[in-house]
């Protein structure tokens, strides 16, 4: 298997400053897999990650490669953090958009990612991780330690 690095998305923008294009181009097409991504102009894709990365961290899995031909971002998963006044004020973690490059999938990364996240939530005083996913993806995350608990709804402005 390709050799394959993890690393927070906004320090990956600040190692490249020059290739933030490319960086938005490759993440927003692995978004891509997971749901409808529109185009994104480069500053407001900035000020997102920003926004997010003080909330929480989205960490990516890359091939790193001199020849930005050959660059790609194959995996993300995200967390954000929310305070909370119930159980003494500890914080409750929302894992989302968690994506695998097609290819790359069967090969371990999503778990890794998974780790990464939860260990997160531990150093940031969570007292529980809490994710949404597909009936057909229940049986990989009870495998991460996530057990269905409750029930999700939603409602949908767009």
Same mark, same amino acid.
């Given at each position: 298997?390709? @050799?394959?690095?993890?690393?927070?998305?906004?320090?990956?923008?600040?190692?490249?400053?020059?290739?933030?294009?490319?960086?938005?181009?490759?993440?927003?097409?692995?978004?891509?897999?997971?749901?409808?991504?529109?185009?994104?102009?480069?500053?407001?894709?900035?000020?997102?990650?920003?926004?997010?990365?003080?909330?929480?961290?989205?960490?990516?899995?890359?091939?790193?490669?001199?020849?930005?031909?050959?660059?790609?971002?194959?995996?993300?998963?995200?967390?954000?953090?929310?305070?909370?006044?119930?159980?003494?004020?500890?914080?409750?973690?929302?894992?989302?958009?968690?994506?695998? @490059?097609?290819?790359?999938?069967? @090969?371990?990364?999503?778990?890794?990612?998974?780790?990464?996240?939860?260990?997160?939530?531990?150093? @940031?005083?969570?007292?529980?991780?809490?994710?949404?996913?597909?009936?057909?993806?229940?049986?990989?995350?009870?495998?991460?330690?996530?057990?269905?608990?409750?029930?999700?709804?939603?409602?949908?402005?767009?």
């Amino acid at each position: 298997m390709t @050799k394959y690095e993890s690393i927070t998305l906004i320090n990956l923008i600040h190692q490249y400053p020059n290739n933030i294009d490319i960086i938005k181009c490759k993440y927003l097409n692995l978004l891509s897999e997971l749901t409808i991504i529109s185009l994104m102009d480069t500053n407001i894709f900035l000020d997102k990650i920003t926004l997010i990365h003080q909330m929480g961290c989205i960490i990516i899995s890359y091939i790193n490669s001199p020849d930005l031909e050959e660059f790609d971002i194959i995996a993300s998963g995200t967390i954000i953090i929310e305070p909370k006044i119930i159980r003494g004020g500890q914080n409750v973690g929302h894992i989302e958009d968690i994506v695998v @490059k097609n290819n790359f999938r069967g @090969k371990g990364i999503s778990k890794d990612i998974l780790e990464e996240l939860k260990s997160i939530a531990r150093e @940031k005083n969570c007292y529980k991780v809490i994710l949404d996913c597909d009936e057909s993806l229940k049986t990989f995350y009870n495998k991460c330690e996530f057990e269905e608990k409750g029930l999700q709804m939603g409602i949908y402005f767009l």
